[in-house]
């Protein structure tokens, strides 16, 4: 089975025949538009579709194919932070509060959470801290096997910060605790920050390179699977990223 996460930059109903290029059985596709206030060939295209945004004209969307279905979990929750003192609101959070975050079934087989973080300037737990939060609520609906965490999370670990719990190589580690690795990482047994391999080009701009997209996959999925990262040469003409392209070997 082929899963793919690709962040389009914006306007995938001009980028369908590259999104088709993929071959995929499902499409996790960052920061595109509803096909439901689009055009009417990306509605056709889109078929049984599921997607979430902030608005009509940025999210995320998840594309089945090849008659492969996908159904949406209805994860809701609230995580309070216990043992200190005070009332503040900051001290607690709810899922629909953050920003962005899709958890679906593909055919009933597997457990994928799409990921799109976002930030602004003026917040503490922008991107990776946005997951974070997430986790802290939803780490029991995560399944121990047959599941994927994949995505554009807008970070890597040389943006650590000293003061911060958050940071990226603090995610990636609790992560690991709940069995979950990056398959890039397990593949090359690269170290996270020395990514020989980008994921996404600042501007479009190749002298511009970082690796900010991940597939984080359960320890049953990780074995004999395979991770293609697109390259630039192909995929710049249409966005600043480059698509994850993951051949999930599924065991009985």
């Not at 087989?109 to 939803?138: C, N, P, S």
């Amino acid at each position: 089975m082929k899963v793919v996460s690709w962040n389009c930059n914006g306007a995938l109903r001009n980028k369908l025949t590259f999104a088709d290029s993929l071959d995929a059985d499902v499409l996790v596709i960052q920061e595109c538009e509803d096909p439901a206030y689009s055009t009417r060939a990306y509605r056709d295209w889109a078929g049984d579709y599921l997607w979430c945004g902030e608005s009509s004209s940025r999210g995320i969307g998840v594309f089945p194919k090849r008659g492969n279905q996908v159904s949406a979990c209805n994860w809701h929750g609230l995580f309070a932070v216990a043992g200190l003192p005070g009332n503040s609101p900051t001290l607690q959070w709810r899922t629909d509060e953050l920003r962005l975050f899709l958890p679906f079934r593909l055919n009933d087989q597997l457990t994928l959470l799409a990921v799109w973080t976002k930030g602004h300037r003026d917040e503490v737990f922008a991107y990776m801290g946005q997951f974070w939060k997430y986790l802290q609520i939803h780490r029991g609906d995560l399944p121990i096997s047959r599941c994927l965490i994949l995505g554009d999370f807008n970070s890597n670990s040389i943006w650590d910060k000293p003061d911060r719990w958050w940071n990226h190589s603090d995610v990636v580690a609790e992560l690991a605790e709940l069995g979950f690795a990056s398959q890039y990482h397990l593949q090359t047994g690269e170290p996270q920050g020395s990514e020989s391999r980008p994921t996404f080009f600042l501007q479009r701009n190749p002298a511009k390179p970082y690796h900010i997209d991940y597939v984080f996959a359960s320890r049953d999925l990780a074995t004999g699977s395979e991770l293609q990262i697109g390259g630039p040469d192909d995929w710049l003409e249409v966005s600043d990223h480059m698509p994850l392209m993951l051949d999930v070997r599924l065991n009985g």
